[in-house]
């Protein structure tokens, strides 16, 4: 007789942690007892079972034994020891368990500090002996943070793992990661190591701090932080005792991993690991597959993401018409990630970051082996590889003796979708995933009810899966067949059916299987009560799968890469081609002026000769009859193909930032340009600060990569800025030093005053990325482009370059350069203008658009920008605008947007002309270039065609081709049951050096700034 | 304290005036004047060569093939190309005059629907950007409103004013309507529904409105109901800034179940559904032909083409400028660029005259150079759409010839003069 006890909720609570106590089988020797000891030593021996040791070695009929949380052996033929408990794992299967390197499990979330954005942040807000910026936390440890759970524990165990690798994810530098089992047990058990890896990000995560604030300045921070704590090793008393750069240094004997999330940051982290000669294991964003051959040259070790994205709901047309082709595109190819780095031979782990629910990772992962990658691969990247990425392969990641005793037991081939995963050991400890279908019930069974009247008989066909039975039952001798349910857990058993003629009355059967005989009691439809047996008669036969292959005709992927990956990539890379122009109209900008019904000759990227008649063995001919073939057009003072942010606006000087570091190639504004004849572009650090960011000047070849865009042996540029977007004008309540123009001068007599100095110190100073750049400067190594506009600035920035030896390269927008074109000359400085904008801020009153014309009829060198992602799409037009204002010779015009910005910026010896020798930059246009009525017709760089009028048209028919067949496929799988996601419009990230003369420039701009206003 | 230091600040810009305060609007046409031997482009379609235009008293008497007129002041314009004054369909000249400062912004009201509010009350004729804008050939300009989901109405100015009340053209001619974003910027909440709310309660607003203007009498009179009468009436013109099919096909019903004249500002996609807009007689501004596409996927050139794609349709629309940088100078060359895609060159003449003056409905009295009209005139030395050819030299609203000088001139001219350049 039991005692039904009701329990106070209180008491409740004390029975749920005695609970919770007492399944801590393992005694800690330091912590008392309360009760009696239980010590036990958990031997066990699997026996009959098919052991997979690892993603090589499958033993068959073998015996596994475990003791103390750890493998004792496992062979096939051990014996048994006899004090071990036996499990009898015959038709089962063994894995070891899973690792992931990249989880943030027990690891409390790090709550963000309250930013007060109308203040300046200056230095970091965490108290203490640390270092200066918020978003570097070398010195959190995570193994003091962690503590488990045992609800997400389970979750993760559910999908087979066993071990992982948590780190608290926040900040640039987020300290060490602990490796952790997934055990419900004491903390102190549960951690194998607790310093198993250091983790980076170009996420500054919770940090309150302005600097960084664009992701040149995180890049910037770190390569600054590898130099700081190189230094700090030598314990400089001008820095005391520094804890973040302290941990920094200890950290760096870890295994190195980055979550940089996106191809591109890939690349950029794999940069900076061998700038400093380190090594990081990169965190993948999935989209890693556009860009293989980077990937694996990049020689870095990955931990890839399945979190492959959800079909988009496209079924109404107005929805399809936000999304970009890229984006459906990544939708259909993502899957195949995994399997293309096994086959591109690139060593790789898979994580479950990223995905919403942990639930999802199996049936991803299956994704992925469907679209390629092999099972055994799956399997290393979840066990092997992770291990031995970071040292603990002696440890776990097999099914070897000595490991812990961490693996799955299965009913079959651990990624097949019908497997059932039963149970997960976790260091010898068994955790139940399901029971049910441990033992495969399924078969045809004779049914016996005993009522007292009488007893009744019927055939009963047990079916469906091991794990979710299903049954029909048939009366003997009758040859209708009614569906029975069947609920199970572990042996209890409950069927219920109802007779097709009176489908309100339930006959409801309770039981216990044992073995080959199902008994039990229950009531029949009229509610009597009664007794049952079902005994087995016949084996269960599964009928072939025939869904599985009409799914595959569905799954129809174009696996072609183009690049870049967007609706204006190609396949192949595109190629150089030797060219010969035919009776063109040449405007060469040099002292032969315009040539008419002229030859020119492109061999091997370069103007082999120019002249009439000309032949040119296999050269592709082009007839120019009727057309103009000018230099390509240069933009002196472009934003495009950046990603990140082109401002950090986080310090008044951030000399130490580089565009080059951001560069994006896959922007579409590169495309659309080309078909404006700009060639290259110098891509500029914006204006909010007056020393800004080193400079790149970039070729459009589209569908390279960023190395491959940037324009080869030139000198570095960096953007300086002066006037109201540095001194902060129409924020609210500027705190940043300067607010004035004074102001602006101490800026910058300060920052040069402190690189001379720096200069001047000893060798074993510390190396400052900022002053190493200014003292470029003063080295005429490095060259300014000054934004500005009004007189009295532009003036004292030359004085400032005299008093420190230096010489103003360009001054960019300029829009008063007119006022002091006489000084200019003198000081050497090249003016880089708008064409014709003004009114738009107060420092722009008196811009006139013959500032163009008066400077260059004073001798300046001068140019004429964009800024500006649309204007770049017409310098050719805007160069046109100093004839039409000021008489500018059309000649002296075009040399605005060509040769002149080729020469302030130092490569007019290889573009900016058409003269034989020089880089066959050059552009072909329908008409008269400075002409609104021209087109490009085609634009080449290095001799090679990266835009063409013609191509162009069958391009748009591929687009549109490919994005109908997606927008279906997407349609498709919707209505197939697939989850979806709504349709969000792609932005395309557009950067403009300041808001200010912010321009209207598209139809979703306008949309943007309805919204908004 | 810092505001009161800040104003001041602005004050002292803002008087910081310049030689420009010299250039006065005209006096009146006095007398006859005859423009003898240019190239006449009417503006709608048809050119004269070796042309005669003769206005008197502000109206257009006479356009022909030259022969000698006698009696009248005849200036010889051998060479020379004469346009009808170019139109500004959507601007905010004399309302925005230093985008950056808002202190001198009046474009934007609070408040969700103003359509009581009017552009003309704030357009200042002293604004240092009009004479650039006229000296590039712009006579008229169509002021907009911006605030809000219904901004206000929009007016007609003429370029060439002592103050609004001259320089207003047509008075308060269109309602300005915001159409809410139909598409998602994140997949958080339902942004979709909430413009759909928004929507509909702009439609409410109108019912509302036509039911309170059907009756006479009113206990309290409601100046936004009252502000909206000529809309219903059909005098005046629904102004809707949308792009996208969906975001048209609502404005439309909205033409369909009030009966108002409704022109779609921007219509990007417009041409996909060139049909349904000429079944309900539906006009399009397009916003600047000088723009990036708007999609990733779109065609490169798709902005430049689309007054191609509209005319081949036979969708009425017309070009705007409002570029806020160059501050609305450019109109004649976003309509050059539209001939470079496929229009002819008098087809996008066109599209900034004589259809900018259609969908204004001011077409009885400008944008073209025909017998009636106010003799609002333009002389280019060249192709007017063309920048390498534009120069124009000299230009008449309503038959006072207008002062081309500005700002940047007299600059150009003071800093030449500093350098002994010519």
Partial sequence: MRILRLYSPGKLFLLAAFILISLFTFAQETFPVNGVADLRSDYFAFINATIVKDPQTTLTNATLIIKQGKIVAVGTNIAVPKDAAVLDCKGKYIYPSFIDLFSDYGIPPVVPGKADYSKYQNISNTKGAYGWNQALKPETDASKLFGSNNDKAKDLRNIGFGTVVSHQQDGIARGTGTLVTLGNDKENFLMIKDHAATFYSFNKGSSTQDYPNSLMGEIALLRQTYLDAQWYKTKPATEGINISLQAWNDNQNLPQIFEANDKWNDLRAVKIANEFAVQYIIKGGGNEYERMDEMKASKASFILPVNFPLAIDLEDANDARVVALSVMKHWEMAPLEPGMFEKAGINFALTTSGLKTSADFLANLRKAIENGLTANKALEALTKTPATLIGVYDKVGSIDAGKLANFIVTNGPIFDEKTIFYQNWVQGKKYIITENGWNDYRGNYKLTLKSENKNKEYTVDVKGTPDKLAATLQSVGDTVKTDVNISSSGKMVKLTWSMKSDSAKLNVLTGLIEDKMWVGNGYNSDGDMLSWNMQYASAFVEKPDTTKKKDEKKNIINKTVVYPFNGYGSPDQKKQQDLLIKNVTVWTNEKEGNLENTDVVIKNGKIVSIGKNLSAGNAKTIDGTGKHLTAGVIDEHSHIAVTGGVNECSQSVTAEVRIADVIDPDDIQIYRQLAGGVTSAHVLHGSCNTIGGQTQLIKLRWGRNAEDMKFANWDGFIKFALGENVKRSYGQSNNRFPDTRMGVEQVLVDAFTRARDYQNESASKRKDLELETLSEIMNHKRFITCHSYVQSEINMLMHVADEFGFKVNTFTHILEGYKVADKMKAHGAAAS????????????????????????????????????????????????KSVKYGNVPEIEALKMCTLNPATMLHVADRVGSIKVGKDADVVLWTANPLSVYAKAEKTIVDGTVYYDLEKDVQ???QLMTERNRLIQKMIAAKKDGAKTTPAVITFDEQNECELDHHVKNSVLDIQQNVSSN | MKKIFLSIISIAAISMVHAQETISPAPAQAGTIALAHATIHIGNGEVIEDGLIIFSNGKITDVRKYSPVENVKTIDCTGKQIYPGLISPVSNLGLDEVSAV????????????????????????????IDNVRSNGILLANVFPQGGIISGSTSVMQLDGWNWEDAVYKMDGGIVFNMPNLFRFSTEGDPVKDAMDQIENVRTFFRQAKAYLDEPKHEHTNLKFEAVKKLFSGEQTFFVNADLVKEMMIAVSFAKEFGFKTVIVGGYDSWKIADYLKQNNISVIINQVFSLPGFQDDDVDMPYKMPFLLQQAGVPFCISDPNESSRYRNLAFNAGVASGYGLTKEQALQAITLSTAKILGIDNRTG?????????????????LDIRTSNITAAYIQGRQINLDNKQKQLYKKFMDKYGLK
Avoid: C
């Avoid at chain 1, 203008?833 to 014309?853: G, L, P, R």
């Avoid at chain 1, 400077?855 to 004429?864: D, L, S, T, W």
């Avoid at chain 2, 073209?368 to 030395?381: C, F, Q, R, W």
């Fill in chain 2, 368 to 384: 073209s150079l025909e017998k009636g009209k106010d003799a609002n005139i333009v002389v280019s030395d060249g192709d007017i």
């Fill in chain 1, 955 to 957: 391009l748009r028919k």
């Fill in chain 1, 833 to 880: 203008t708008f064409s014709d904008w003004y009114n738009y801020k107060m420092e722009v009153e008196d811009a006139i658009a013959y500032n163009a014309a008066i400077m260059q009829k004073e001798g300046v060198v001068v140019a004429i920008n964009s800024d500006d992602a649309e204007q770049a799409r017409h310098l050719n037009l805007e160069s046109a």
């Fill in chain 2, 102 to 129: 808002p202190s001198t912004l009046d474009q934007y009201e609070l408040g969700d629907i103003n359509p009581n509010v009017r552009s003309v009350i704030a357009y200042n004729t002293d604004s240092k950007v």
